[in-house]
């Protein structure tokens, strides 16, 4: 359920009040998309949980510091972003992805085992690939391609420039562009 910026704006006016309805609302509405955003960071369902919950913790705590200068979704993405990093710090280095989680592949009832595995092998490789990204290209690209948000929403929750933004957009998508034609190229001489 996508909410509109004054929608939202109302939620949070309500939940300074101290509406849990609101919040819930508010809840309903961002929580799948903050949650989406997590797990393409961290790879990890019960993390990215986590990171729902603290930045919902946050919004009803902080509704108020609410300024209304950008869009509330780019306020919000912005909490999240501070949560998500906090947790990547605390991380191990090297710590394992599940690329199954991240697959998010499952097969219709048309299709044949052949298609559901080559399905499966370029989540795989896309998944691979989005790992080898520096975070700051990662967020960026799940920001813009996943979110679907404008690129100066994208800047304000990053905390740069827009064009810094396109900069960033470039790079990644070459490194993705190489990474995968490299990874399809060993799979070719491997068949």
């Not at 960026?140 to 900069?167: D, N, R, S, W």
Request: glycine share 6%; aromatic share 8%; net charge negative.
């Amino acid at each position: 359920m996508a909410a509109d910026d004054n929608e939202a704006r109302a939620w949070l006016a309500r939940i300074c009040l101290g509406d849990q309805g609101a919040m819930a609302q508010f809840y309903r509405a961002f929580a799948p998309q903050v949650h989406a955003f997590a797990m393409r960071q961290l790879g990890n369902a019960a993390e990215a949980d986590d990171v729902v919950v603290d930045t919902m913790y946050e919004v009803w705590s902080t509704a108020k510091r609410f300024a209304g200068r950008s869009l509330v979704r780019t306020w919000l993405f912005s909490i999240a972003r501070h949560r998500l990093l906090d947790r990547l710090r605390k991380r191990r280095p090297l710590e394992s992805v599940d690329v199954d989680e991240l697959a998010e592949v499952l097969p219709g009832d048309d299709e044949g085992g052949y298609d559901v595995l080559a399905r499966r092998q370029r989540a795989e490789h896309v998944a691979h690939c989005l790992e080898t990204l520096s975070d700051e290209h990662r967020e960026c690209m799940h920001l813009v391609f996943y979110e679907e948000l404008p690129l100066a929403e994208v800047a304000q929750i990053q905390g740069c420039p827009e064009g810094t933004v396109k900069t960033r957009l470039f790079h990644a998508r070459q490194k993705m562009k190489r990474c995968l034609e490299r990874r399809l190229r060993r799979e070719q001489d491997d068949g």
